[in-house]
T-cell receptor, first 116, second 114 residues
Framework: GAVVSQHPSWVICKSGTSVKIECRSLDFQATTMFWYRQFPKQSLMLMATSNEGSKATYEQGVEKDKFLINHASLTLSTLTVTSAHPEDSSFYIC????????????FGPGTRLTVT | AQTVTQSQPEMSVQEAETVTLSCTYDTSENNYYLFWYKQPPSRQMILVIRQEAYKQQNATENRFSVNFQKAAKSFSLKISDSQLGDTAMYFCAFHNFGNEKLTFGTGTRLTIIP
């Protein structure tokens, strides 16, 4: 149980275009999902917390107009990188919390974004 | 704010040996969870083990066990009979009751040598 999928696993886009990454909880309902960014050989950096039916909460320093997050259902959250630049190239990971009482998050397999 | 420190950037051990990864954390809270996550070369984050702070008994999951010292704010992971598939980055993480976020350490890169 507690499987999270992410699509696509790898995407290449041209500078100035937008790209959407989907995060789905496959066998449970996730009222809260999280989006992380990970640079090579580094830890996960939380970008935003996404709650179903409400606006996402962004971490300090994360541009909310550049990284658009939508959590329209209990099983789907999307991250759209708008007007992508080469410096946005990174590994993006989503996660979902199973329940507040348990605390742990289950992670998707990640999306490698390359902006050329 | 909570902080999580992993002081061992890299470790290596021979297959079948036992290895211990260190983690310390800083918090003023009393109720929280601690986790160890594994990130193999595939980069899929996998939950290895969890520990509730209110439980004195150390958590175990097959070959994985923790040494939780609440007063010392220490949470180490012991891997027994290490296997090649244990090669991965290991992240210690903290979760405070009532806070949605996980706070991660910087990670320890563990290599199991055949």
């Amino acid at each position: 149980g507690a499987v999270v999928s992410q699509h696509p696993s790898w995407v290449i886009c041209k500078s100035g275009t937008s790209v959407k990454i989907e995060c789905r909880s496959l066998d449970f309902q996730a009222t809260t999902m999280f989006w992380y960014r990970q640079f090579p050989k580094q830890s996960l950096m939380l970008m935003a917390t996404s709650n179903e039916g409400s606006k996402a909460t962004y971490e300090q320093g994360v541009e909310k107009d550049k990284f658009l997050i939508n959590h329209a259902s209990l099983t789907l959250s999307t991250l759209t990188v708008t007007s992508a630049h080469p410096e946005d190239s990174s590994f993006y990971i989503c996660s979902a919390r199973v329940g507040l009482a348990r605390g742990e998050q289950y992670f998707g397999p990640g999306t490698r974004l390359t902006v050329t | 704010a909570q902080t999580v420190t992993q002081s061992q950037p890299e470790m290596s051990v021979q297959e079948a040996e036992t290895v211990t990864l260190s983690c310390t954390y800083d918090t003023s809270e009393n109720n929280y969870y601690l986790f160890w996550y594994k990130q193999p070369p595939s980069r899929q984050m996998i939950l290895v083990i969890r520990q509730e702070a209110y439980k004195q008994q150390n958590a175990t999951e097959n070959r994985f066990s923790v040494n939780f010292q609440k007063a010392a704010k220490s949470f180490s992971l012991k891997i027994s009979d290490s296997q090649l598939g244990d090669t991965a980055m290991y992240f210690c993480a903290f979760h405070n009751f009532g806070n949605e976020k996980l706070t991660f350490g910087t990670g320890t890169r563990l290599t199991i040598i055949p």
